[in-house]
């Protein structure tokens, strides 16, 4: 019988290992070993490799809601609560697995349209914050909140990515200061 | 004796197969099969794939130096080189083998450590062209032109994810648009 415990562990280490190494870096028995449970066990809890990445980038993005409730706290006004949101991202050695997965798996239709729907959710929540903002007058109305959250969500993609590469999270220090002068202006 | 064209070959298939499945994503025989030479033929002109890798990646950015002249054109304004190189960068359907490379190797020390040669000359590429704008008063002055321009090239690699995951190429067009309020205001 499929012993539930295990499922778990191997969720948590493709996790750790699909974000060190990539998707196509590691292998099925890479990720048996560093969770620990025997080979066989992966196919009792999931089809293929590529089902528990998609099950993973699912688990990946509900681990952050979190950090995205920052940008629905009313009690903030919309344009701490972007900054404060983009603090709370941080900084991971191996970047975001949103990114990485964009760039390695965006070939791979199950996977494109699953990132591209997660984007669309971020997108969503940003884009709620800068409406608030733009109505109370804190941000900018350059376009309209969809297109300036997408700007942002992007770009900070492209934070971490050049973060992961020179090893210096100051990147993302001017980043968040280079947006806030965008949204604020 | 090795044959000087299946050298050739060989690099031409190897950015082919890696821009489109990624560097893991394919083995050695993905790229000799596409080149249409023999497998032993690899071995006579590239150590390994990795050497491969790095090769390709210099030759990718040798390849775009027409495209950063655009920068360094002195008979047009500053701000409309940066608005004319970001546009000629355009759209490409598996984005940016430079980013693509910095997402899935920035964990294998000669990559990262070749990215980020490549990244400093960029930004120095871009932050000139902004040095004659700040002069001449047609970009901000924000902050200084190396900071500014490693922003625009980080959102430029964030907008070409964007787009791989997305497929809309309006997504770069609205980065362009962006970008231009962030240089001239």
Request: charged share 25%; hydrophobic share 40%; net charge neutral.
């Amino acid at each position: 019988m499929p012993k539930p415990n295990h499922r778990n562990k191997i969720l948590n280490a493709g996790l750790a290992v699909f974000h060190e190494q990539g998707f196509h870096g590691c292998g099925i028995q890479d990720i048996v070993t560093y969770a620990g449970v025997p080979k066989g066990s992966f196919y009792n809890h999931f089809k293929s490799k590529d089902a528990l990445g998609l099950e993973i980038l699912k688990m990946y993005w509900e681990a952050n809601a979190e950090k995205r409730a920052i940008l629905h706290n009313e009690k903030v006004p919309a344009i701490e609560r972007i900054e404060k949101y983009l603090e709370a991202t941080g900084y991971h050695e191996h970047g975001c697995l949103i990114g990485n997965f964009s760039s390695e798996l965006a070939g791979a239709e199950a996977f494109r349209s699953s990132l591209d729907e997660l984007y669309q959710y971020w997108i969503k929540d940003v884009a709620a914050c800068i409406k608030v903002g733009q109505q109370d007058g804190s941000i900018s109305k350059e376009d309209n909140p969809e297109n300036m959250a997408e700007f942002i969500i992007a770009s900070l993609e492209g934070a971490i990515l050049k973060t992961k590469v020179s090893r210096d999270q100051k990147i993302l220090e001017r980043f968040r200061k280079f947006i806030r002068v965008f949204i604020s202006k």
